[in-house]
């Protein structure tokens, strides 16, 4: 392992919107860079197998208004639902560490959910939990200088990895072998027992629900993330013992609303304790394990769809979300019951003429289908390129 010294963590707000005893950004500031580059040209470069997703970025999306009112309106219909799944993740993150975990949130999906767990800890238990925020590329794995800061501040077993949601469980996937990896290197060894709010591809035992519903934080890129790009890894920028990189988009702090979710949902706190205690005390009765129905019903859809490719295949409200704001989409699959969960998926997808086909049965309340033929984004488990026949 490297004896070079670490690089100095980013806080606001000089780097981020939220406050900085909210999160420490273990990453390099890279907004001076410009790394956003047209869709056609980052397709041809990823395509090519020349670059992976994460040496780029997307070009940040701007809602039309009516996406912004229907975030909105997500928060308010959504807001105690996820305050109960924040208590509930929380509390049993509280158990799994001795009381004392320190939380460290994958970035950027992670961010505003470790931040929500720091605060009712906090509110809650008066308890004031370390949390950072680190870097996970497909096909790169952890930042392994993130992970050598948190071995040289914090006694490894009190660590706990934070993320959003579950899709099909790539990112849990990825999350253990890049442990696996560090171990191997360092003799280091984090747990990689994975905490999220929303679990609904049944990846992981710490989860706050296992239902698939419209978690604000999905909608939007920067303006409900802290202003933070997602993370970065570009080797023309990032040196062998500096943090993976991101930048702070200052320039948008006027359509900023990071702190206001976090506060509508912690406006809920006190009302959903009853709430939080019950499920709590039967999550802990029904000792749920990883089943992996999710990635079973991606695999499923890939085969009928004639995808053949489960990279291509994005299931549940998030990931639907993403591919229909930074991908090419093919076609929506909606639970006929989950409609009125996904409004905002609809509009997304009747905005940019994507096909919606309701279909009984799905463990999630949508999935969202890549372009099999046309798309030069699809990026497969090694960041790259997906090529299709």
Request: net charge negative; aromatic share 8%; with cysteine.
């Amino acid at each position: 392992m490297s004896t070079t010294p670490l690089p100095t963590p980013l806080t606001g707000p000089d780097f981020g919107s939220y406050a900085a005893d909210e999160v420490v950004w273990l990453l390099k500031d890279l907004s001076h860079v410009a790394l956003e580059a047209p869709t056609a040209d980052r397709e041809r470069a990823i395509q090519s197998g020349a670059a992976n997703y994460a040496e780029s970025l997307p070009m940040e999306y701007s809602p039309s208004p009516e996406y912004q009112a229907l975030y909105e309106e997500a928060v308010v219909r959504a807001g105690e639902r996820i305050a109960t799944a924040v208590g509930v993740v929380t509390e049993l993150a509280l158990a799994a560490r001795n009381q004392a975990p320190v939380l460290v949130s994958l970035a950027r999906a992670g961010t505003p959910i470790g931040i929500l767990m720091r605060r009712w800890a906090q509110r809650v238990h008066g308890i004031e939990l370390p949390h950072f925020t680190m870097s996970i590329v497909r096909g790169v794995g952890l930042d392994p200088t993130a992970l050598r800061y948190l071995a040289d501040h914090f006694e490894p077993s009190r660590i706990l990895f934070v993320d959003g949601w579950t899709g099909k469980g790539a990112i849990s996937r990825e999350l253990t072998a890049a442990l696996d990896d560090f171990a191997a290197s360092s003799g280091i060894r984090f747990p990689d027992d994975l905490a999220v709010l929303a679990d609904p591809g049944h990846c992981v035992s710490m989860f706050g629900t296992r239902e698939d519903y419209l978690i604000p934080s999905a909608c939007l890129n920067s303006t409900v993330s802290g202003l933070v790009s997602r993370t970065v890894f570009n080797k023309e920028h990032i040196g062998p013992d500096d943090f993976h990189g991101a930048k702070f988009y200052a320039e948008l702090a006027a359509s900023d609303v990071s702190n206001s979710f976090l506060d509508a949902i912690c406006a809920h706190f006190d009302n959903v304790r009853p709430q939080v205690t019950r499920q709590v005390a039967e999550h802990v009765a029904a000792a749920p394990v990883p089943s992996w129905i999710g990635w079973d019903a991606v695999e499923r859809i890939s085969s009928e769809y004639g995808i053949n490719n489960v990279n291509l295949v994005k299931p549940g409200v998030g990931e639907t979300t993403r591919v229909l704001l930074r991908r090419v989409p093919w076609r929506v699959l909606v639970t006929p019951e989950a409609r009125a969960d996904v409004a905002h998926v609809l509009l997304l997808a009747e905005q940019r003429g994507v096909p919606v086909e309701e279909v009984p049965g799905l463990p999630y309340s949508c999935v969202g289908l890549i372009h099999p033929q046309f798309d030069k984004s699809a990026v497969g488990a090694d960041g790259k390129a997906v090529h299709n026949a």
